[in-house]
């Protein structure tokens, strides 16, 4: 039976595809305050903007390309069970065709309905538009986790975690919460190793490995690794 390896990814994975993140620009994102646009308060002062914020996103997204170190994600399930758990709204790991994927955040290519996010809507090929509406008649909005909103998916990506003989954490400087407490719920026995090309608090653990590289040349040194102390 193969081994369970959990995969906790993050923007600095889709960085190297062309994927902008805030956190590179001081808390805006695109020139935006994250909170004008990722925010239950900035969709009430101002829907369209944030619409069209997403929209935006969404048209960028569409034309990025999955890189080296979403390929050898995929090329790893020929020895592992892999699943990954991605605080990404994008698609790029669906793109480079990894198997199990759970979004924690939402999801970029679907909508849901502001009063009930239980109805999500694929967006594939459109965008959406001020007086869009779920067939309940209730505004469209992005299917993502907004700053301030409960993490619905939390609970199945403890649950994988728990089951994981090893744990890799990669685009992530584990400062986002609930996601980077996903670590506590490594089996204690069991290795972690983080790709990110600056040091990163893992608050003593001692089952940690740090392999301080970008994505794209980080995971080439976990494959070497893995190959050399886990022989696969």
């Excluded at 990110?196 to 490995?209: A, C, H, K, L």
Aim: hydrophobic share 35%; aromatic share 8%; charged share 25%.
């Amino acid at each position: 039976m193969k081994r369970k390896l959990v995969v906790l990814s993050g923007a600095g994975i889709s960085a190297e595809s062309g994927i902008k993140t805030f956190r590179d620009s001081g808390g805006l994102w695109e020139g935006h305050d994250v909170m004008e646009v990722a925010s239950p308060q900035g969709w009430r002062k101002n829907p369209e903007l944030v619409l069209d914020f997403y929209n935006q996103r969404r048209k960028q997204a569409r034309e990025c390309v999955p890189n080296g170190a979403h390929k050898s994600l995929v090329e790893l399930e020929e020895n592992f069970d892999v699943y990954i758990i991605t605080q990404n709204v994008d698609n790029l790991h669906e793109k480079a065709g990894s198997s199990n994927i759970l979004h924690l955040h939402g999801e970029l290519f679907k909508a849901q309905s502001s009063l009930n996010p239980s109805l999500v809507y694929d967006l594939s090929t459109k965008d959406i538009q001020l007086g869009d509406t779920c067939e309940k008649g209730s505004q469209l909005r992005q299917n993502v986790v907004w700053f301030g909103e409960q993490v619905p998916a939390m609970d199945l990506a403890i649950e994988i975690t728990r089951k994981a003989d090893i744990f890799l954490v990669i685009g992530t400087s584990l400062q986002v919460y609930p996601a980077a407490s996903l670590i506590d719920f490594v089996p204690n026995s069991n290795p972690i190793y983080l790709i990110d090309p600056q040091p990163v608090s893992t608050y003593g653990r001692s089952n940690v490995v740090q392999i301080q590289e970008k994505a794209v040349k980080g995971i080439e040194r976990f494959k070497s690794i893995l190959n050399r102390e886990h022989k696969f």
